[in-house]
């Protein structure tokens, strides 16, 4: 068993930024590739980066490109994202999710998933 535990969600005004944090404990952290979802109210949950165990590959939704950036630290078992430029259309709940071997666009192919954290945006 993996346990997620997102933080860093919040209020900010449009152009602002905010970083959420996911940390992990059970297993060995660098052994999972990791994902940072989203969901709006009324709207599936969807993909927003993945990042491979070792955190040399990334992959981002072309919603996000240039804006977020993906980072982990497997020695403090945590995986970051960095967000900039927000827009109100960025407002949802942010999951972390981890699975095995490479990361995934999709969300039935992770295992564990972390409770979430509202981030929104004010116009």
């Known amino acids: 068993q993996v346990q997620l535990v997102e933080s860093g969600g919040g209020l900010v005004q449009a152009g602002g930024s905010l970083r959420l944090s996911c940390a992990a404990s059970?297993?060995?952290?660098?052994?999972?590739?990791m994902g940072w979802f989203r969901q709006a109210p009324g709207k599936e949950r969807e993909f927003v980066v993945g990042?491979?165990?070792?955190?040399?590959?990334?992959l981002y939704a072309d919603s996000v490109k240039g804006r977020f950036t993906i980072s982990r630290d497997n020695a403090k078992n945590t995986v970051y994202l960095q967000m900039n430029s927000l827009k109100p259309e960025d407002t949802a709940v942010y999951y972390c999710?981890?699975?095995?071997?490479?990361?995934?666009?999709?969300?039935?192919?992770?295992?564990?998933w972390g409770q979430g954290t509202q981030v929104t945006v004010s116009s």
């Open positions: 059970g297993r060995i952290f660098s052994n999972y590739a």
């Open positions: 999710a981890a699975r095995g071997f490479q990361y995934s666009t999709y969300v039935k192919d992770y295992n564990y």
């Open positions: 990042i491979s165990r070792s955190g040399s590959n990334t």
